[in-house]
Every structure is written in structure tokens, then in C-alpha cells.
């Protein structure tokens, strides 16, 4: 993984917060970012993940416990579950689609280059393709917590060595 720097972890986070508050009438923290080697603790119920590609290359996944998922989709469609359905699938892809459509719009903008592209949201519900998707040798592990439940965003990705923006990182 190459140099990570602030220009690449803020457009996440705030990305998240503006989701959180526009989308979803919450406030959401951001917890301690750390740089980890090892399999993220907590419920690994639903991932999301989304690749990148150009002048930034790499993976983000969205981690939820069912609970967080199911929350996240009643406040974003307005429908009560109590499950996790198709349903509550397509909220929480959708979530990640737009965290990562205004990442990726925040980091083309203090970026001179060649615009990135984003894949479709993969959900994955099976813990063989959570340990796949992290064999990966390190990751940025972003957590949140909220009134709605917690979760977590683990971010790998490779970039050209590019100067700062800024050397602070946001929080909501």
C-alpha cells in the first residue's frame, strides 16, 4: 500500500457524515483510524464492497452488524423490517454506492488526473469471503458509531504519491 495521506481518508469520512445527516437524519462519530494487518473484531453479519480504479486503486468495504443494517434501511426507504431481506440489502448497497460516489467526487477534485471509476456494490454475507477480501496484507480501519448501530469501513488502496491537501483529518 503506498503512502496514505489525509486526501484520500477525509473525502470518506466525509462522505459518511453528509450520508448520515441528509440521508438519514443522524449524526454519526467517527472513531480512532488505524492502520491494521489483522482481521477486523465485531459483527461481520454484512459487508458491502466496492473496488476503485485510477489514479487511485483499491478496495472499500463497509462492514454492519444486521442490526445497523436494518436501521440503515428503515430511515433510508421508510419501510419497518425486522429481517435482513432484499430489501435491507439494496438500502445498505445503495449506502455504500453514495458514501463512495462522494469520496470519489471529493478526491477528483484535489486530484489532477484521470477520473476513478467505481465498481458495482458487492454484498457479501459469508464469513470465507470476508477472510478473502482482508487477506489483503493491510487495511485503514475506519469506525462510526451512531444511534443507529455501529459499523466500520476498511479502506486498502494504492496511489500515486501525490502532495497534501491538508495534514488533518476530519471528523463529523
Given at each position: 500500500?503506498?503512502?496514505?495521506?489525509?486526501n484520500?481518508?477525509?473525502p470518506f469520512?466525509e462522505?459518511?457524515?453528509?450520508?448520515?445527516?441528509t440521508m438519514?437524519?443522524?449524526?454519526?462519530?467517527?472513531?480512532?483510524?488505524?492502520?491494521?494487518?489483522r482481521?477486523?473484531?465485531?459483527?461481520?453479519?454484512i459487508?458491502?464492497?466496492i473496488?476503485?480504479?485510477?489514479?487511485?486503486?483499491?478496495?472499500?468495504?463497509?462492514?454492519?452488524?444486521?442490526?445497523?443494517?436494518?436501521?440503515?434501511?428503515?430511515?433510508?426507504?421508510?419501510?419497518?423490517?425486522?429481517?435482513?431481506?432484499?430489501?435491507?440489502?439494496?438500502?445498505?448497497?445503495?449506502?455504500?454506492?453514495?458514501?463512495?460516489?462522494?469520496?470519489?467526487?471529493?478526491?477528483q477534485?484535489?486530484l489532477n488526473?484521470?477520473?476513478?471509476d467505481?465498481?458495482l456494490?458487492e454484498?457479501?454475507?459469508?464469513?470465507?469471503?470476508?477472510?478473502?477480501?482482508?487477506?489483503?496484507?493491510?487495511?485503514?480501519?475506519?469506525?462510526f458509531a451512531?444511534?443507529?448501530?455501529?459499523?466500520e469501513i476498511?479502506?486498502h488502496?494504492e496511489?500515486?504519491?501525490?502532495k497534501?491537501?491538508?495534514?488533518?483529518?476530519?471528523?463529523?
Open positions: 500500500m503506498g503512502t496514505l495521506n489525509n484520500y481518508i477525509n469520512v462522505s459518511v457524515c453528509d450520508f448520515f445527516s438519514l437524519g443522524s449524526e454519526v462519530k467517527r472513531g480512532d483510524i488505524r492502520l491494521t494487518r482481521q477486523p473484531v465485531g459483527a461481520r453479519e459487508a458491502v464492497k473496488q476503485f480504479a485510477g489514479t487511485t486503486n483499491g478496495i472499500l468495504v463497509f462492514f454492519l452488524p444486521a442490526a445497523t443494517a436494518i436501521e440503515v434501511a428503515h430511515r433510508f426507504i421508510g419501510l419497518d423490517m425486522e429481517t435482513v431481506d432484499d430489501c435491507v440489502l439494496d438500502a445498505v448497497s445503495e449506502f455504500a454506492n453514495i458514501v463512495a460516489g462522494g469520496a470519489k467526487s471529493r478526491i477534485a484535489g488526473g484521470p477520473p476513478l467505481l465498481s456494490p454484498i457479501i454475507r459469508d464469513s470465507h469471503n470476508f477472510t478473502q477480501i482482508l487477506s489483503r496484507s493491510a487495511w485503514l480501519e475506519v469506525p451512531s444511534e443507529i448501530g455501529p459499523f476498511l479502506i488502496l496511489m500515486n504519491n501525490r497534501r491537501r491538508n495534514d488533518e483529518s476530519v471528523d463529523c
